[in-house]
Nanobody, 120 residues
Framework: QVQLVGSGGGLVQPGGSLRLSCAASGSIFSINAAGWFRQAPGKQREWVARITSGGHTNYADSVKGRFTISRDNAKNTVYLQMNSLKPEDTAVYYC??????????????WGQGTQVTVSS
C-alpha cells in the first residue's frame, strides 16, 4: 500500500558530502513527521534527525551543524544532506515516515536502509 525507497548512499572520503533521499509512493494522502536513523555495525539504531509536517527540524548533537534534513511534499520525498562526513558517520541509514493513507489510516513506515561508508 505504501513503499519507502531510500537511496543516495555510498563510499565517501572524510570531509566529503552525500545526500540521501527517501521517496514514498502508494496510497498517500499526506506525510506527517519524518526522520532519519542510522545503525553502525555492532551498535543500536540511533536517531539522527527529524522534520515535522510544518518544517521544524531537530538533530542529534553528533550531526548538528553538518547534516540537514528537508522535505519536498510535492514529491513525497525526504532528504538528508550530509556534509563534513566523518568515519564515525559510517552506518546504514534508514528513513522513518509517518504517513496518512487515502483510507484515513496513519502508519509508521521504514525505508529499506542505505549504506554510508566514510573512509579514506
Amino acid at each position: 500500500q505504501v513503499q519507502l525507497v531510500g537511496s543516495g548512499g555510498g563510499l565517501v572520503q572524510p570531509g566529503g558530502s552525500l545526500r540521501l533521499s527517501c521517496a514514498a509512493s502508494g496510497s498517500i494522502f499526506s506525510i506527517n513527521a519524518a526522520g532519519w536513523f542510522r545503525q553502525a555495525p555492532g551498535k543500536q539504531r540511533e536517531w539522527v534527525a527529524r522534520i515535522t509536517s510544518g518544517g521544524h527540524t531537530n538533530y542529534a548533537d553528533s550531526v548538528k551543524g553538518r547534516f540537514t534534513i528537508s522535505r519536498d511534499n510535492a514529491k513525497n520525498t525526504v532528504y538528508l544532506q550530509m556534509n563534513s562526513l566523518k568515519p564515525e558517520d559510517t552506518a546504514v541509514y534508514y528513513c522513518n515516515v509517518a504517513i496518512q493513507t487515502t483510507d484515513w489510516r496513519l502508519g509508521d513506515y521504514w525505508g529499506q536502509g542505505t549504506q554510508v561508508t566514510v573512509s579514506s
